[in-house]
């Protein structure tokens, strides 16, 4: 599946807030998007990170930054299962 353009992805989440805002967001479309979307960009750092530790042969700063990179992301996790509401209004 090619990636949608910068663009797109603006008006997919003007359009899923909107639908969230409305309360017309009946089958949680607008919800699980912009999930995902959030779930994506804390993801994207653990990768970008991975690939530095992995191509600048296992280096200690790049370590660390994988390190806080998943930290970053274990952190974000417990705080999807744990936090009813979120500054996306995800809840």
């Known amino acids: 599946m090619k ?15 909107q639908l969230r805002a409305g309360g ?8 699980a998007f912009l999930y995902l979307l959030h779930r994506c960009e804390y993801l994207e750092k653990v990768h970008e990170a991975a690939e ?8 200690e700063g790049e370590h660390t930054r ?4 998943l930290d970053q992301a274990r952190v974000e996790e417990a705080r999807e299962r744990t936090d009813g509401e979120g500054d996306l209004g995800l809840g």
Request: hydrophobic content about 35%; proline content about 3%.
């Open 24 to 31: 017309q967001d009946v089958n949680s479309l607008g919800h």
């Open 66 to 69: 994988l390190v806080k990179a």
């Open 3 to 17: 990636r949608p353009s910068d663009e797109q992805m603006k008006d997919a989440r003007e359009q899923a807030e």
């Open 52 to 59: 530095l530790y992995i191509r600048f042969g296992l280096a």
